[in-house]
C-alpha cells in the first residue's frame, strides 16, 4: 500500500506502507547507526518523533525484547528504506513489520532515504506527517502546526520504585531512561530508586542516596514545563551530592548550573560521533541520540566533528551528552560509570 | 600530537610481484603512503621489485629501485640511500617480514634508522602465534583451542586431544598457503609436513576446526596516544573454513544485533589496545551462529587486502591515515578527505552495502583443485556498490567477468537434482550458483543452511532474486529505466561531502552525481578500468589507466573513471574528477554515458576488459577515443586481420578457424603437426594449446566445447622461433617505439610467462629494420592512435606476426619505466589529436639506456593445487618483476633472484644437484645444459631416457626410476632427499595431474625446489650461475635517475 511523508517545506515522498497502517504527525530525524534499530525504536528520547534510519536494510536480525531499552516505541513514525522480511539471527523472535503493527507505530519504506537525510540536513529538522493517501493542504498545515508538549511526562515512570537492591544507594530521575542506564548501575553494586521526574528534591533527599542519577529523555530542555525540574536539581547540586547526569540529563543540569542550551541543526544520532576528552586529549566514539546541546566553555568533552559541548564536569557531579551506557552503539565510555561510582563511594564513605 | 619533524627520508617497501594473496592493494597502500609523506615534505626511497606499479613512478618517489626485496638487498639499499626511517605496515607481508628481519637482526639501530608504525614488540605479539596466544589470554580474549607444533607428532598428539578435524596454519606464510584442514590423522600427516615445509620457520599451528562459524572482520584503526576507532565491519558469506579472500564478503555486517556486534568491536579494540599497533590493523573473529560464544581467529598488524575493500567500501582512507599516524599525528589531527570538514577520528557510516566477489583462476586452470579451504585461490576480487544485498551481488557477478548476467550458471541445468544437492557438499568456486540452482529447484532455505552453513539471511537474499527472477538491472528487461548515482561519503549523508565517488542503485529520487556534473565546465571523458586481477590482466593496466587519467586532468578535461576493483589505485577517489564503482558491462556503462554526456571513452587501457566494449559501445554511438573500433575489430576478427595481412605482404603462421572436432582434425592434418589451439577473443591464452596429436586436438575441443564457446575455434600452424615483442605509439603519421623486446624462451611460452629482455639481445640492425617497418605498415593500416603491441615470431630469418592488440599491453609500464618514454601520457595526448612530433618525438625506436632490463614472470603454484607447472600457451604467471643491470648476465640475475629463484652455487660443506627429465625434442639441447652444472660442480640426476643421453655424451649421472616403477627411490623420493637444488622437467603432454611429470613438477612446487620446464628458461638459469653475480657485487640502479 502506498503512503506518503509530507514534510513541512511541503516536499513529498511516496513509498510504502509497513507496520501499522495509519497516518503520523512529528519531527523527523536521521539515526545513522548501522546496527541498534532495536534499541533505536525502544529509546523513549525518540518520544513523538519519525526516525529515518539511514541505513537502508534495517530489521535484518528481526526483534529480539531481551534488547529492548523501554517496553514501548518512543517513535511515532519509522521510515526505512528496505525492512527485512526474512530475518535471521539466533535470538530473533519476530520481524520489524509486525513489531511496529503491534505497538500501533506507522512505518514507511521504499523511498529515498538518503535524499531525505540530505534534505534534513541541509534544511535542519522539520517536521512530516505520513499519510495513506496523497498529502492534502491540510496534511502540511498539521505537519507545520505540530508540537509537542510535556514530553518528559508521557515517558516518565509514574510511581517510586526500588528496582536493585546493592551498597550504594542511586536516586534515578527518570525523564525517560533507558533500561542501559540501571543496567550500567545493577553491575556496579547499586541499590536504584527509579523516581517520577517531578520528585521534588526534599523527596529525594529522604531517600538519602549516594548519587543521583539524570537519565536522557525527549524534547528541549530549555521548555517551560521544565524549569521545575531545573530548580530541583540545582537544589540536589547544592545539597552536595554526585550528580551522574546523560544526555537530557546533562542538558538539564546544566540549566541548573546557570549554562544555556541550543537546538542543533539535525542533531547527533548514531553510533559513530567522536567526543574528546578535554584533559587528556583522548578520542572515544560514542553512541547519541539528541537535538539540543549545552552551550558552554569549559566543556570536559568535546565533539570533534562540529565541536559543541559534550560533557560538563562540576567537581563532585558531572554530566555527559552522549550515551556511555550505549545499547545501541559502542561500549567505549562506559568507564564514565565507574568514575560516577568512584564519587559515589567517597560520598557515601561521608 | 603534530608531526614528527625528525623524520626527513623514509625507505618505503613494496610488496613485490602479484601473487595470489598479495595483489593491487598494496600498490594502492603504497602509493597513498607517499603522496602523504610527500604532502609533509618527507624524502621518499622507495623499493618494489614490481615495475607495474604506480609506486615507483618518478612523480611519487624521490629514490626508485625496482630490485629485488631480498634482505641484503634492502641493506644495501638503506647503506647507500641512509634514510632516517623505514615504513612497515604498507607493503604487505613481504614489506613486514623484511622490516622485522631487519629490525631483530638489530641492523636498523646500528644503522640510525627508525621503523616508523608498530613497534616490533607490537608486530611479533601479532605475528608470532605463540606470543598473540598469550597476550589475548592475557587479556581475556578468547582464542581457538591450537598448539603450535614444530614437528608432525605434535600436531598429531594435540588431534587426539581435541578430535578431528584441525586445521593447520603454516607460519609467516602467504595467503594461508600451505594450510588445509583434516578430517583423519592420515590427512593431518600429510598437511602438517607440507604446511612445515613452506613455513620459513618450520612452524604450524594445529587448531580446532570451528568451521561453520560466522567469520567477521574489523577495520580497526589506532594512534600512538591510544586512540582506537573501527573503520569498517565485514561479515563473510562462506563461515569459516574458507578463507576469508576466497569469500564472498559483506560490508557492513548484516546479521549481528547490536549486541554482537558490539562484543566483537569492543574485543577488537581491545586487542589493538593490548598489541599496541599503530596504524591500520584487521581482526579476524569467529562467532558461534547460535550463542555469544566467539574466538580471536587473527590480526595482521598492517594494512591489508581487507583494508583496501573496507577503504573502497567506506571511503576512509585507511592507508593515507596509517601514514600520518606512523609520522606522528594523532586521529583527531587528520581531516576526512571525504568531508573536508570532520576528522579521521570517526567511524564511518554507511548507507549502502558493499560486496565483495573473488576472482578465481579456474576457467584458465580446469586441472586445479577447485576446492575452496584455508588456503586463498582467488587472484582477484570485484567489489559491488548498492542499496540492498540483492542488488549489489548481482553486481559483483556481472562485473567479475565470468560471462553471466545474473546466477544461473548454465553448466549447472543439466545436473540432477542429486548431483547439486552433492555439490552443496564442498565449497568451491561455484558455491554462489550452486545455492541458487538448489533454490531454484525448490531445496529449502533451511535445508541449505544445515548443508552448508551460510546464514540464512545470505540465502534469503538469493532466494528474492529467483523470486523476482531478476536477472540483470532493469533497463536490460525494456523498461529503460534510469539508474540514479548516489555518493559513497563515509557519514550516511550526516555531513556534506567533497568527493565525487559514486554507485547506482535502481530506485530513488535523487541523482547524485547531476549536480557534479552541470556545474563541470569541461570538456569530459570517461576512461575505463581493467576490472578484477586475474591471469593475463594484471595490475599494469590499472597502472596504465590512471597515467591516462593524470593526463587528462593535465591537459584540461574532467575525467570519469569505471571500474570495479577495489585493490587499485585507479578507484582511489581522487585518481579521477569522478569514480563509479560499477561494473564494466555495456549497459552500466551506458547509464553512465547518458548521465556524463561524455566528448568520449578510452578504451585501450584498460586491457581487454575495456577493449572489449569499444566496439559495443560504438554501435551505440558513443565516440571511442583513440584507435577506432573498427580497427580493433580487425585486430580481433580472424578473417579481417588474415586479409590486411594479406593485403600489407606480411606474413603470419598459417592457420584456420574451426568449430567442431572433425574441423579441427583435418585444419591440423592440413598444417602439419605441432598446431595451436585457442578460442578467438582470447585474454591471456586462455584455453590456448599446442597439439602435438590428434589424441591432444580431442581432448581441446571436449573442454573448449563443454564451456560454450560461442565463438570458432583457431587452430594455427605453430612456428618454434625467437619471440620479439614490440608496443609503439603512433598519430597516424608517426610510429614511436619506445622498445624492442626479446623473449628468452621460444614461441610455444605464452608472452605473459617468458623471461622478456629489453634491449633485444639477439637481433641485427636488417631485423630491427624490419620489424620497424612491417610495425609501421600494420600502424598505419590500422590508423592507429595511441598504443599498439604486436608480437612477432622469427623463423628460419623472416619475420612473422602472431598478434596484434590495439592497445596498452602488459609491458608498458616496464618499458616506460626503463626507456623514460612515458608512454601512456603520450599515448593518450596522440589519442586526442596531436602529435609525436609536437610532443617531442619523432617516427623510430626510441634511445636506449645504458641498462638492460628483464621482465621475469612469477607464478603462485604452490597455492593451486593440481595444476601442471609446465609453462605452454597458455598463460600462467600471476605476477612479474623486473632486473636492472648493466648487462644481460646481471638483469637476469637479479630478476631471478627478484622472482624468487634461488641462485646458489654448491660449496664445499654442501653439495648441490640437478635433476633432469626432458622431452625427445629437448634432447638435443640439453647436454649443453648439464655441461654447465656440472662445470659448476653440480651432480647430475636424471629420468632413465634423460640419462642414457647424458651418459652417451660422457657425463656422470645418477639414473633414477619413475614414481609408478619403485616406491623407495624414485623422482619423488630423490626430491624430498634434498639433495636437487633445480630441476628441469619438459614434457610433452602435461595438464593432466596424473601424468608423472607432472606429479614431479608438483613436488617441486610443494617442496620449494626451482622447477624449469623450458630449455630456454633453464640455459638463462645456468648462464646467470656461471656469471658470477651475487647479492652483494650488482649495482643498485636508482631509475628515478636513469633517464633524465
Request: net charge negative.
Given at each position: 500500500m502506498t503512503a506518503y511523508l509530507a514534510l513541512e517545506n511541503g516536499l513529498v515522498f511516496a513509498g510504502a506502507s509497513f507496520g501499522s497502517q495509519k497516518e503520523a504527525t512529528g519531527e523527523v530525524v536521521f539515526a545513522t547507526g548501522m546496527t541498534g534499530y532495536l534499541e533505536t525504536l525502544t529509546d523513549p528520547s525518540y518520544y513523538g518523533q519519525i526516525i529515518l534510519q539511514t541505513f537502508p536494510l534495517i530489521g535484518n536480525y528481526g526483534v529480539i525484547p531481551e534488547d529492548f531499552e523501554s517496553p514501548a516505541i518512543g517513535a511515532r513514525a519509522y521510515i526505512v528504506k528496505e525492512p527485512c522480511q526474512a530475518p535471521s539471527n539466533f535470538r530473533s523472535d519476530g520481524i520489524i513489520d509486525t513489531f511496529l503493527c503491534k505497538h500501533g507505530i506507522t512505518g514507511l519504506c521504499g523511498i529515498d532515504t538518503r535524499a531525505l537525510t540530505k534534505i534534513i540536513r541541509n534544511h535542519g529538522v522539520m517536521n512530516g506527517r505520513i499519510t495513506l493517501t496523497p498529502p492534502t493542504e491540510a496534511d502540511f498545515a498539521l505537519a507545520k502546526s505540530h508540537s509537542l508538549s510535556d514530553v518528559i511526562a508521557a515517558v516518565s515512570c509514574r510511581a517510586v520504585t526500588k528496582t536493585s537492591e546493592g551498597t550504594y544507594r542511586i536516586a534515578l530521575l527518570d525523564f525517560?531512561?533507558?533500561r542501559g542506564i540501571t543496567t550500567e548501575l545493577k553491575k556496579r553494586d547499586c541499590e536504584i530508586w527509579t523516581l517520577p521526574f517531578d520528585t521534588p528534591a526534599a523527596e529525594i533527599a529522604k531517600l538519602k542516596p549516594h548519587g543521583i542519577m539524570l537519565s536522557n529523555g525527549p524534547g528541549d530542555p530549555s521548555a517551560p514545563e521544565n524549569a521545575p525540574i531545573v530548580r530541583t536539581l540545582k537544589a540536589l547540586y547544592d545539597m552536595g551530592i554526585p550528580i551522574f547526569g546523560i544526555c537530557l540529563g546533562h542538558q538539564l543540569l546544566a540549566l541548573a548550573m546557570g549554562h544555556k542550551t541550543m537546538k542543533l541543526k539535525f542533531g547527533h544520532r548514531g553510533a559513530n560521533q567522536p567526543v574528546k576528552e578535554a584533559s587528556t586529549g583522548r578520542v572515544f566514539i560514542t553512541s547519541q541520540n539528541h537535538g539540543y546541546a549545552v552551550i558552554a566553555k569549559n566543556s570536559s568533552f568535546i565533539n570533534v566533528n562540529d565541536g559543541t559541548c559534550e560533557g560538563l564536569d562540576y567537581g563532585g557531579s558531572f554530566s555527559v551528552q552522549f550515551h556511555p551506557e550505549a545499547r545501541g552503539g559502542?561500549?567505549?565510555?562506559?568507564?564514565l560509570f565507574d568514575r560516577f561510582m568512584e564519587r559515589v563511594s567517597i560520598y557515601a564513605k561521608g | 600530537m603534530p608531526r614528527d619533524k625528525a623524520i626527513k627520508k623514509v625507505l618505503v617497501i613494496g610488496s613485490g610481484p602479484i601473487v595470489i594473496g598479495q595483489a593491487a592493494e598494496f600498490d594502492y597502500a603504497g602509493t597513498q603512503a607517499c603522496r602523504v609523506l610527500r604532502e609533509d615534505g618527507i624524502k621518499i626511497v622507495l623499493v618494489n621489485s614490481n615495475p607495474a606499479t604506480i609506486m615507483t613512478d618518478k612523480n611519487i618517489a624521490d629514490s626508485i629501485y625496482i630490485e629485488p626485496l631480498t634482505l641484503t638487498t634492502i641493506k644495501r639499499i638503506i647503506e647507500k640511500e641512509r634514510p632516517d626511517s623505514i615504513l612497515s605496515g604498507l607493503g604487505g607481508q613481504t614489506g613486514l617480514t623484511l622490516c622485522m628481519q631487519l629490525a631483530h637482526e638489530g641492523f636498523l639501530e646500528k644503522n640510525g634508522v627508525r621503523l616508523l608504525g608498530s613497534s616490533p614488540e607490537a608486530i611479533d605479539k601479532s605475528e608470532d602465534r605463540q606470543i598473540f596466544k598469550e597476550t589475548m589470554m592475557s587479556i581475556g580474549q578468547p582464542v581457538i583451542p591450537s598448539v603450535i607444533a614444530n614437528d608432525v607428532q605434535t600436531a598429531v598428539d594435540f588431534a587426539n586431544e581435541t578430535g578431528y578435524p584441525i586445521i593447520v596454519r603454516p607460519a609467516f606464510t602467504l595467503g594461508g598457503s600451505g594450510g588445509g584442514i583434516a578430517k583423519d590423522e592420515a590427512a593431518l600427516r600429510d598437511i602438517a609436513e607440507n604446511g612445515l615445509a613452506l613455513s620459513p620457520i618450520s612452524q604450524i599451528l594445529a587448531e580446532k576446526s570451528i568451521a561453520g562459524w560466522k567469520e567477521i572482520e574489523f577495520e580497526v584503526m589506532r594512534d600512538r596516544a591510544g586512540n582506537a576507532i573501527i573503520v569498517c565491519s565485514m561479515e563473510n558469506?562462506?563461515?569459516?573454513?574458507?578463507h576469508t579472500g576466497d569469500s564472498i564478503v559483506?560490508?557492513?555486517?548484516?546479521?549481528?544485533a547490536d549486541k554482537e556486534y558490539q562484543m566483537l568491536r569492543s574485543a577488537s579494540l581491545a586487542i589493538i589496545q593490548a598489541l599496541g599497533v599503530e596504524g591500520g590493523c584487521n581482526c579476524q573473529l569467529a562467532l558461534h551462529p547460535h550463542s555469544f560464544e566467539y574466538a580471536v581467529i587473527e590480526v595482521n598488524p598492517r594494512v591489508s587486502r581487507s583494508s583496501a575493500l573496507a577503504s573502497k567500501a567506506t571511503g576512509y582512507p585507511i592507508a593515507k591515515v596509517a601514514t600520518k599516524i606512523a609520522i606522528g599525528y594523532t586521529l583527531d589531527e587528520i581531516p576526512n578527505a571525504v568531508t573536508g570538514t570532520t576528522f579521521a577520528a570517526f567511524e564511518p557510516s554507511l548507507d549502502y552495502v558493499a560486496v565483495k566477489l573473488p576472482k578465481w583462476p579456474f576457467d584458465k586452470f580446469v586441472y586445479a583443485q577447485k576446492e575452496l579451504g584455508t588456503q586463498m585461490k582467488a587472484t582477484g576480487e570485484v567489489m559491488a556498490i548498492s542499496d540492498t544485498f540483492e542488488s549489489a551481488i548481482l553486481k559483483a557477478v556481472r562485473g567479475a567477468e565470468l560471462g553471466l548476467d545474473g546466477l544461473d550458471l548454465p553448466r549447472l541445468s543439466d545436473k540432477t537434482d542429486a548431483q547439486i544437492c552433492e555439490l552443496l557438499n564442498t565449497v568451491t568456486d561455484q558455491r554462489l550458483f550452486v545455492l541458487y540452482e538448489a533454490i531454484k529447484r525448490g531445496v529449502s532455505i533451511d535445508d541449505l543452511h544445515i548443508i552448508t552453513k551460510v546464514d540464512r539471511w545470505f540465502l534469503s537474499g538469493l532466494y528474492n532474486i529467483k523470486a523476482a527472477s531478476v536477472r540483470r538491472f532493469p533497463r536490460l528487461d525494456g523498461t529503460a529505466k534510469q539508474l540514479i548515482y548516489k555518493m559513497v561519503d563515509t557519514c550516511g549523508g550526516e555531513f556534506e561531502a567533497q568527493t565525487p565517488y559514486f554507485y547506482s542503485i535502481e530506485n530513488g529520487t535523487e541523482n547524485e552525481a547531476l549536480p557534479f556534473i552541470q556545474r563541470s565546465n569541461k570538456p569530459r571523458i570517461i576512461v575505463l578500468g581493467s576490472g578484477p586481477i586475474r591471469i593475463g590482466q594484471g595490475i599494469e593496466f590499472d597502472y596504465a589507466c590512471v597515467h591516462c587519467v593524470w593526463t587528462l586532468r593535465s591537459i584540461g578535461y574532467e575525467v570519469i573513471v569505471i571500474n570495479n576493483n577495489p585493490e587499485t589505485v585507479s578507484t582511489d577517489f581522487d585518481t579521477a574528477d569522478r569514480l563509479y564503482f560499477e561494473p564494466l558491462c555495456l549497459d552500466d556503462v551506458m547509464s553512465i554515458v547518458d548521465i556524463e554526456k561524455p566528448v568520449g571513452v578510452i578504451a585501450s587501457f584498460g586491457g581487454g576488459t575495456a577493449i572489449k566494449l569499444a566496439n559495443k559501445l560504438h554501435e551505440r554511438g558513443v565516440k571511442i577515443i583513440g584507435t577506432s573500433a573498427d580497427s580493433i575489430d580487425i585486430c580481433e576478427n580472424r578473417e579481417r586481420f588474415d586479409s590486411l595481412l594479406e593485403q600489407l605482404g606480411i606474413k603470419r603462421p598459417r592457420g584456420f578457424s574451426v568449430t567442431t572436432e572433425a574441423e579441427a582434425l583435418s585444419a591440423a592434418e592440413r598444417l602439419g603437426f605441432p598446431v595451436l589451439m585457442r578460442p578467438s577473443y582470447v585474454l591471456g591464452g586462455q584455453n590456448m594449446i599446442i597439439a602435438f596429436s590428434a589424441e591432444d586436438i580431442r581432448e581441446y575441443m571436449k573442454i573448449i566445447l563443454r564451456q560454450r564457446q560461442e565463438n570458432p575455434v583457431l587452430i594455427d600452424k605453430y612456428l618454434e622461433g625467437r619471440e620479439i615483442e614490440v608496443d609503439a605509439i603512433c598519430d597516424g603519421t608517426d610510429v614511436l617505439i619506445p622498445g624492442i623486446m626479446e623473449h628468452i624462451e621460444r614461441t610455444g611460452i605464452h608472452s605473459g610467462d617468458s623471461i622478456a629482455v629489453y634491449p633485444a639481445a639477439n637481433i641485427n640492425a636488417e631485423m630491427t629494420a624490419s620489424i620497424f617497418t612491417i610495425t609501421e605498415k600494420i600502424c598505419k593500416a590500422l590508423d592507429t592512435r595511441g598504443l599498439i603491441n604486436i608480437q612477432y615470431v622469427l623463423f628460419d630469418g623472416e619475420v612473422y606476426v602472431i598478434e596484434v592488440n590495439p592497445r596498452a599491453s602488459r609491458t608498458v609500464p616496464y618499458i616506460s619505466k626503463v626507456t623514460g618514454v612515458p608512454m601512456c601520457e603520450l599515448a593518450t595526448k596522440v589519442s586526442l589529436g596531436e602529435s609525436l612530433r609536437g610532443l617531442g618525438y619523432s617516427s623510430g625506436i626510441a634511445k636506449i639506456p645504458p641498462y638492460v632490463a628483464v621482465k621475469v614472470p612469477v607464478f603462485s603454484f604452490e597455492k593451486l593445487a593440481g595444476l601442471d607447472t609446465h609453462l605452454g600457451p597458455e598463460m600462467k604467471s600471476t605476477g612479474e618483476v623486473l632486473g636492472i643491470g648493466r648487462n644481460l648476465d646481471e638483469a637476469l640475475y637479479k630478476g631471478l633472484v627478484a622472482a624468487g629463484y634461488k641462485i646458489e652455487l654448491p660449496c664445499s660443506s654442501k653439495g648441490a644437484g640437478v635433476f633432469l627429465t626432458v622431452r625427445d625434442s629437448d634432447k638435443a639441447e640439453i647436454g649443453d645444459i648439464a655441461a654447465k652444472f656440472a662445470q659448476l660442480g653440480f651432480s647430475l640426476y636424471a629420468t632413465r631416457g634423460t640419462a642414457r643421453l647424458l651418459e652417451s655424451r660422457g657425463f656422470s649421472v645418477t639414473a633414477v626410476e619413475k614414481i609408478y616403477k619403485c616406491a623407495e627411490n624414485n623422482t619423488a623420493t630423490l626430491l624430498e632427499s634434498g639433495k636437487i637444488n633445480y630441476i628441469i622437467s619438459t614434457s610433452e603432454r602435461g595438464r593432466d595431474p596424473a601424468f608423472d611429470d607432472v606429479k614431479i613438477r608438483r613436488k617441486a612446487c610443494t617442496l620449494g625446489i626451482p622447477c624449469l620446464t623450458s630449455i630456454d628458461t633453464a640455459t638463462a638459469l645456468v648462464s646467470s650461475l656461471l656469471s658470477g653475480y651475487g647479492e652483494d657485487n650488482t649495482e643498485l640502479v636508482d631509475i628515478a635517475g636513469l633517464c633524465n
Open positions: 525517560g531512561a533507558k559502542p561500549l567505549d565510555t562506559g568507564f | 558469506f562462506d563461515p569459516v573454513g574458507v559483506i560490508a557492513p555486517t548484516v546479521t549481528l
